[in-house]
């Protein structure tokens, strides 16, 4: 008989949005008339650009010409013709990033996840807390000590480093998920420095970073000094231009990113990473790179910002009902998620109940997150205009009847 990795069984036993739609499930069978409003999971409701559409055509027609036929990509880190368009969005806003460092994949869930194959199962993880459930649950799988920086209502949920504790591999996500808080220029750069102190790395997941209007909020880690010698960043273009469907997104790792092996050799973690994703990655298809670049382009960007813009009224308007009704929260700005208090100090799963019961509107529980999730709740942007003020205008009645 096989031996398990027992790890898995360290893990809650379904994912948190299993339950949530076990719980919607069960609902609509005791209420099949209800208008439910779903503001739970963060996944996009706009079409994709059209003219990255044009471009996947483009490429699917390609596809059935022997002449422009794609196989394999050669290099496995993606086409060239994506990697110096993703560069060069890096530098319109002061990243400098080279093509050779980018590597095309199928999303940063994916990365984020896979990123600790190459990192030995004895270092001691730290991640946020709250936190996106793959940053715990891929280190839970291997076995790895995970400890936890406190975000709260106190510190405005940006956790900040204790210089008393070490770690060796740290996630940091700026606009946050799930709490929409955002890391300042200021507070990257202590961060930094304490991986530089620690020896460690950041894994930086930025697939919200469309969403900041902010300035001292930087677009990417590689804004802030000393970032190359201790950053990993991940982006998606599932939230930047809706690619929650057709799954693409870049992880980036700095030539200048090394670290010594057992026996004192220096090994470039790009080369490790570029191993391990040719052994186990196939890359993402030719139509979906084409469809990729076209959003780097003018018009591409243009587009995108559009819906992006949409998203971000969306935001303002649970925001602004929030503000109206007192109640307290982070995000909503330089963000799509708004994480509020739940009123009367309920627990956040109860919270969920009574929405669903008595408003139908659903959003996520903060205790699914961790530990100072409790007793706060998430609600996305992403939704239909009309839908989100029909919500927003749901919730005040809630509000008034639970004063």
């Known amino acids: 008989m096989p031996q398990l990795n027992e790890n898995f069984l360290k893990l809650e036993k379904n994912y948190l949005f299993i339950n949530i739609a076990k719980k919607i499930k069960a609902f609509k069978e005791v209420n099949p008339s209800a208008d439910i409003i779903r503001m739970g999971i963060g996944d996009v409701t706009l079409p994709i650009a059209p003219v990255v559409i044009e471009a996947m055509k483009k490429g699917c027609d390609e596809m059935g010409v022997k002449e422009t036929f794609k196989g394999y990509e050669d290099s496995g880190a993606g086409y060239d013709f994506l990697r110096e368009a993703v560069s060069g969005y890096y530098k319109s806003f002061g990243a400098d990033v080279p093509a050779s460092e980018i590597r095309i994949n199928d999303g940063a869930k994916s990365d984020c996840g896979n990123i600790v194959d190459i990192f030995g199962n004895d270092n001691t993880i730290l991640v946020t807390d709250p936190a996106y459930p793959v940053y715990v649950d891929s280190n839970l799988m291997s076995g790895r000590k995970i400890i936890y920086a406190d975000s709260n209502e106190e510190n405005g949920f940006a956790a900040m480093p204790d210089h008393s504790v070490h770690a060796d591999i740290i996630y940091l996500c700026s606009p946050n998920n799930p709490t929409g808080s955002v890391y300042t220029r200021s507070q990257l750069k202590e961060w930094i420095d304490y991986a530089k102190k620690n020896d460690a790395v950041i894994i930086y997941d930025s697939a919200y970073e469309a969403f900041i209007t902010d300035p001292d909020v930087p677009r990417s880690i590689y804004c802030i000094e000393g970032a190359r010698e201790v950053a990993i960043e991940m982006c998606s273009l599932s939230k930047t231009a809706g690619f929650t469907g057709m799954r ?34 196939n890359g993402v298809s030719y139509p979906v790179q084409c469809a990729a670049a076209a959003v780097f382009t003018d018009e591409g960007l243009k587009q995108i910002h559009e819906n992006i813009a949409y998203y971000q009224e ?11 009704l007192g109640v307290k929260f982070t995000g909503g700005v330089n963000s799509p998620y708004i994480w509020f208090k739940c009123p009367n100090d309920m627990k ?26 409790e007793g706060w709740f998430r609600l996305t942007a992403f939704g239909d205009r009309q ?12 509000a008034a009847e639970l004063k």
């Open 248 to 281: 693409c997104g870049y992880t980036v790792v700095p030539e200048a990113l090394k670290f010594r092996a057992s026996d004192g050799t220096e090994v470039s973690v790009a080369q490790l990473w570029g191993r391990r994703q040719g052994s186990k990655f």
């Open 314 to 324: 969306n935001a303002r308007i649970i925001a602004g009902t929030m503000t109206k």
């Open 348 to 373: 956040s799963w109860d919270f969920f109940d009574l929405m669903l019961e008595k408003i139908a509107v659903v959003g996520t529980p903060g205790a699914g997150f961790g530990k100072n999730g």
């Open 387 to 398: 839908r989100t003020i029909e919500a927003m205008a749901r919730f005040e009645k809630l």
